[in-house]
């Protein structure tokens, strides 16, 4: 009996046709880079761009009416829900926020602006990596002015903290950016992402590859790293150092 | 014109007993090469289509578990960077049994019961241990409507069109749906002891079917 079981299942397994490829692998390098980078996403990346659009935003809140329409970048784009609270739209540069600005300028000492949601749609890429970020803050956010002198603020969100100094140069805004941030998953793992000590520079830069449309991205050079937990066993590292205009170096566990 | 109808009328009347005789006749030695009323059949079939559509990871509708769910640069989600992996799935594809009644010679009603068993290994993408397999089968039953076209001793071929239900589950799944085959062209070769094979489409099979049936 149990022959006849062996071959019938032998002649099954044989026969049976494969209907899926495997859905994910192993984690590798890879995987952590792209980790590490999600992070970077959360903690640098969105909060530059948030200042970034908010300067320009509260620029544009200033101008007359007139010369509002003749703002491309953000007219027709702002949403006024009254009460100092306004909704900006993501066709201004991937990022979707609702912010209260409690009647105060962005650049005034001790102002608090507060986000309801936040969301950010990006993308990085070098010769190693391609990689789309979609980030979301669901529980909102609060940007504060820290220092008027130095251009300071600090960004506050869903464990996301980071200080955020503006760089002004002749063509762009140039971003000093020291965060850290931590994620808690339900099963025990966690991890633990910060820029290096001297933190890292954000600027946006124009592509033009020539077979497409020019495009925006953004230039980093610093280093940031994350660290991943097991309760309080580390499992994995990745640490990704930038240079602008060359791949970025990564050191991982795997 | 009256007689004109009349005689019309007679051979109009005339042609059809006499077709109604042939028809018998073609009937009674039909009955003497074909004396069998019902048939049973064992058959394996194609790729199960709906099944393969519905039940494994990887398609679109079948994330079902938070840490199967690929991980997005920004989510802050760390169980799907190290959730489960799913190794490739299988599925045996349907294996059924059916009876048949054969009503007339050129139509045959039959209903069809069959399953479809399923499996895949799942591990752990931390380190590619082994975390559990997940099993699953999937039953389906058709009524088929069968119409015969070639009619000889041995050789009988058909087109069938069938409607019924499927259910079934597969790691925490468990689904009912409709089910329906159409098969343009079918074959038996043999008498009381027969090998059929037929071509169709439809959601338990694609591609077609073959096995072993047997009448009395």
């Known amino acids: 009996m149990k022959k006849i079981y062996a071959y019938m299942m032998t002649i099954l397994a044989l026969a049976s046709c494969q209907v899926t490829n495997p859905y994910s692998k192993v984690v590798d390098a890879n995987d952590l880079m792209i980790y590490n980078h999600g992070e970077l996403g959360r903690c640098v990346t969105c909060p530059a761009e948030l200042l970034d659009v908010l300067i320009g935003f509260e620029e544009y809140l200033n101008k007359s009416d007139e010369d509002k329409m003749y703002d491309q970048k953000y007219y027709g784009r702002i949403t006024d829900y009254g009460s100092d609270t306004y909704g900006i739209s993501a066709q201004i540069s991937g990022l979707n926020c609702t912010v209260d600005t409690g009647g105060k300028s962005i650049w005034e000492e001790g102002a608090e602006w507060e986000f309801s949601v936040i969301s950010y749609y990006g993308h990085y890429n070098d010769s190693q990596l391609y990689i789309n970020h979609d980030i979301y803050f669901d529980k909102g956010g609060v940007l504060k002015m820290e220092n008027p002198a130095d251009s300071v603020w600090t960004f506050h969100a869903d464990n996301v903290e980071s200080r955020v100094k503006m760089i002004r140069t002749d063509s762009t805004r140039v971003w000093k950016v020291e965060g850290h941030c931590r994620v808690n998953g339900e099963n025990g793992l966690s991890s633990v992402s910060a820029t290096g000590a001297e933190g890292m520079s954000v600027r946006k830069v124009w592509v033009d590859l020539g077979t497409t449309y020019p495009r925006q991205e953004i230039s980093y050079s610093g280093s940031f790293s994350t660290d991943l937990f097991k309760g309080d066993e580390k499992i994995d590292f990745c640490t990704m150092t930038f240079r602008p205009g060359f791949a970025a170096s990564c050191t991982t566990s795997r | ?216």
């Open chain 2, 1 to 216: 014109m009256k007689r004109i109808l009349l005689t019309a009328l007679a051979l109009l009347i005339g042609a059809m007993a006499l077709a109604q005789d042939w028809r018998a006749e073609r009937n009674k030695a039909f009955k003497e090469k074909f004396p069998y009323r019902y048939e049973v059949r064992l058959g394996w079939s194609g790729y199960p289509i709906l099944d393969a559509n519905n039940f494994p990871n990887g398609y679109s509708g079948g994330h079902r578990d938070y840490d199967i769910m690929p991980y997005h640069p920004g989510s802050g989600d760390v169980d799907a960077l190290y959730g489960t992996a799913y190794a490739p799935e299988y599925m045996t594809g349907m294996i059924s049994g059916e009876f048949s009644i054969h009503f007339k010679r050129w139509f045959t009603l039959a209903v069809e019961a069959g399953f479809n068993g399923i499996w895949g290994e799942v591990y752990d993408k931390y380190d590619g241990s082994h975390v559990r397999t997940n099993r699953g089968v999937t039953f389906t039953v058709i009524p088929h409507a069968r119409f015969y076209w070639v009619n000889t001793r041995s050789v009988r071929m058909y087109s069938g069109i069938g409607l019924g239900v499927g259910l079934g589950g597969y790691d925490k799944e468990f689904m009912v749906y409709p089910a329906a085959q159409l098969s343009p062209v079918g074959i038996t070769a043999g008498r009381k002891i027969f090998f059929f094979a037929e071509g169709s489409i439809g959601t338990a099979y694609m591609g077609g079917k073959f096995g072993l049936g047997y009448r009395f």
